[in-house]
């Protein structure tokens, strides 16, 4: 599966932002679709998840009730909407798709830059 990153960019805190996540190539309803985040100096770290057949979103403590990850089925397309973003939330976002049969992230899309300013 292939996986196109969008929708980064500079915002101020409080502010929201929706990432888009395209994907295309295999069957997508045998994977599960996820947001990744690596900040400067930092590892990267699981944002949230959505298994493309059932649903069943998951989310990082850090980021739960402000952040929804969502799918279009349609466009096969995953969204990551960021509400209430804060300064800890800047980071280089990525897309990354697993087999739900897996526990790994093999497929991986570009990042895309999102800043959050004071």
């Known amino acids: 599966v292939q996986l196109q990153a ?7 805190a409080g502010d929201s932002l929706r990432l888009s996540c395209a994907a295309s190539g ?9 947001w990744f985040r690596q900040a400067p ?3 990267r ?7 493309w057949r059932v649903g069943n ?9 402000r952040f ?16 209430s973003l804060k300064l800890e939330d800047t980071a280089v976002y990525y897309c990354a798709g697993r087999l739900v049969s ?3 992230y093999d497929y991986w899309g570009q990042g895309t ?3 959050v300013s004071s």
């Open 6 to 12: 969008s929708g980064g960019g500079l915002v101020q």
């Open 102 to 104: 897996s526990v790994r």
């Open 26 to 34: 295999r069957t997508i309803s045998s994977y599960s679709l996820g």
């Open 57 to 65: 979103p998951r989310y990082a403590d850090s980021v739960r009730g």
């Open 41 to 43: 100096g930092k590892e």
């Open 68 to 83: 929804t990850i969502s799918r279009d089925n349609a466009k096969n397309t995953v969204y990551l909407q960021m509400n």
């Open 113 to 115: 830059q999102v800043t």
């Open 45 to 51: 770290e699981f944002v949230a998840s959505i298994n």
